[in-house]
């Protein structure tokens, strides 16, 4: 793992992070899809996976407004990794609301 830490101080900020040699560990892709979502209305998701009651990996995210008529269904992806291998046993959790109080997003 490699890691900087940065004082920003306006304008445009370059890090070179430099070289890093992929370790062992694991990745999860998971696939969610979002029933009946609104049209025009972003959607907040979180999801993440516990070993035990410990928090292992997270994600926290917005689904940007999809076009159509009607309520429609959206299809996600997501990927979470994990540190060391072996087989693990995991718990997965995910939840999704509108990111939009009310009305149509501009965005």
Do not use: K, N, W
């Amino acid at each position: 793992m490699l890691e900087r830490q940065l004082e920003l101080e306006g304008g445009l900020t370059v890090c070179r992070l430099g070289a890093l040699r992929p370790e062992s560990g694991q990745t999860l892709e998971c696939l969610l899809r979002l029933e009946g979502v609104q049209p025009g209305r972003r959607v907040a998701v979180s999801a993440e996976a516990l070993e035990g009651e410990e928090v292992i990996a997270s994600r926290v995210f917005s689904v940007p407004p999809a076009d159509g008529p009607g309520p429609g269904d959206v299809p996600v992806v997501l990927r979470l990794y994990f540190e060391g291998d072996g087989p693990r046993t995991i718990t997965l959790r995910a939840d999704a609301h509108y990111a939009d109080q009310s009305g149509r997003c501009v965005l």
